[in-house]
């Protein structure tokens, strides 16, 4: 384990983010379910192909009891193909239409590091961004979450989908995650986003043992003073470790195990394909 060469200053106090004119309060941890509008995910369960199907998971979702559901319509699996920003578009925004008009109280959020594709979200009905660059790829999302107020997910990402297996080399794990959350909340509030939330980007540009040293450690984060959303669910740091599959049992149940660690270590908000299991491991906890 690395040195860190920062303080762990826990900090105990509430944690919540506005939307509109409704404050989410997270100091009980929340489900967020994911939904993909993609054929390639990596999770095929996960995947929608049409209005109907989509409806129907969401509704399955809420009787599960999840609080906010994740849309996205860009795989980012490592390695995944690229999508255009017209293609990406066209997937969202009906998704994002069809949800918002069957549970208008539902909270949305918009899984994409493209601000053309943000605006047109919120524009039809999303209330958060959930940036998976960290606003590197397109810098210009983090105005258009200034112009929606909408609360913005920072992940620590290095490179892109398609590069970012590459780029896992790190002097000091947690200091640069640190330093790099650091310097992005300064410029996020500096354009006027003011809810934020951190995710630390598991699987992403970081390796098998990476992901979970970063996990074991979570806590340290706090010192900054933002809620922690943890991505675990079924990702390669659980089943290859396991020898299994994605939809596995086996990778379920690792998945369930892992995020308890999360929340023992002060995750706000559990990003989940499984809302019925993530749900009675908060309300255990």
Same mark, same amino acid.
């Given at each position: 384990?690395?040195?860190?060469?920062?303080?762990?200053?826990?900090?105990?106090?509430?944690?919540?983010?506005?939307?509109?004119?409704?404050?989410?309060?997270?100091?009980?941890?929340?489900?967020?379910?994911?939904?993909?509008?993609?054929?390639?995910?990596?999770?095929?369960?996960?995947?929608?192909?049409?209005?109907?199907?989509?409806?129907?998971?969401?509704?399955?979702?809420?009787?599960?009891?999840?609080?906010?559901?994740?849309?996205?319509?860009?795989?980012?699996?490592?390695?995944?193909?690229?999508?255009?920003?017209?293609?990406?578009?066209?997937?969202?925004?009906?998704?994002?239409?069809?949800?918002?008009?069957?549970?208008?109280?539902?909270?949305?959020?918009?899984?994409?590091?493209?601000?053309?594709?943000?605006?047109? #979200? @919120?524009?039809? %009905? =999303? *209330? +958060?961004?959930?940036?998976?660059?960290?606003?590197?790829?397109?810098?210009? $999302?983090?105005?258009?979450?200034?112009?929606?107020?909408?609360?913005?997910?920072?992940?620590?990402?290095?490179?892109?989908?398609?590069?970012?297996?590459?780029?896992?080399?790190?002097?000091?794990?947690?200091?640069?995650?640190?330093?790099?959350?650091?310097?992005?909340?300064?410029?996020?509030?500096?354009?006027?986003?003011?809810?934020?939330?951190?995710?630390?980007?598991?699987?992403?540009?970081?390796?098998?043992?990476?992901?979970?040293?970063?996990?074991?450690?979570?806590?340290?984060?706090?010192?900054?003073?933002?809620?922690?959303?943890?991505?675990?669910?079924?990702?390669?740091?659980?089943?290859?470790?396991?020898?299994?599959?994605?939809?596995?049992?086996?990778?379920?149940?690792?998945?369930?195990?892992?995020?308890?660690? #999360? @929340?023992?270590? %002060? =995750? *706000? +908000?559990?990003?989940?394909?499984?809302?019925?299991?993530?749900?009675?491991? $908060?309300?255990?906890?």
């Amino acid at each position: 384990m690395q040195n860190l060469d920062f303080e762990n200053t826990k900090t105990c106090s509430k944690y919540s983010i506005r939307i509109g004119d409704k404050l989410i309060d997270l100091s009980t941890p929340l489900a967020m379910g994911i939904v993909n509008i993609t054929p390639d995910s990596f999770y095929a369960t996960s995947r929608t192909d049409t209005r109907d199907e989509l409806i129907s998971r969401v509704e399955q979702m809420l009787t599960e009891g999840v609080s906010i559901v994740d849309i996205g319509g860009y795989s980012s699996r490592p390695g995944a193909k690229d999508v255009s920003i017209e293609d990406e578009i066209k997937r969202i925004v009906p998704a994002v239409q069809a949800i918002s008009e069957a549970f208008p109280d539902l909270t949305i959020s918009i899984d994409t590091f493209r601000s053309e594709v943000a605006d047109a #979200a @919120l524009t039809h %009905g =999303a *209330h +958060i961004i959930n940036d998976i660059s960290g606003f590197s790829i397109d810098p210009k $999302i983090i105005h258009v979450a200034a112009k929606h107020n909408a609360p913005y997910i920072l992940m620590h990402m290095r490179g892109t989908p398609q590069t970012m297996q590459t780029l896992t080399n790190y002097e000091n794990l947690f200091r640069e995650i640190a330093t790099y959350f650091s310097k992005k909340i300064s410029q996020l509030q500096d354009a006027g986003v003011n809810d934020i939330i951190l995710d630390p980007g598991f699987g992403f540009s970081k390796t098998l043992t990476q992901n979970h040293q970063l996990l074991d450690h979570l806590e340290h984060f706090h010192f900054l003073e933002k809620p922690i959303l943890a991505g675990l669910s079924r990702k390669s740091m659980i089943y290859n470790k396991i020898n299994s599959t994605p939809d596995s049992v086996e990778t379920l149940q690792e998945t369930t195990r892992l995020n308890q660690v #999360a @929340l023992k270590k %002060g =995750a *706000h +908000i559990l990003r989940v394909h499984d809302v019925k299991e993530a749900v009675e491991l $908060i309300t255990k906890n």
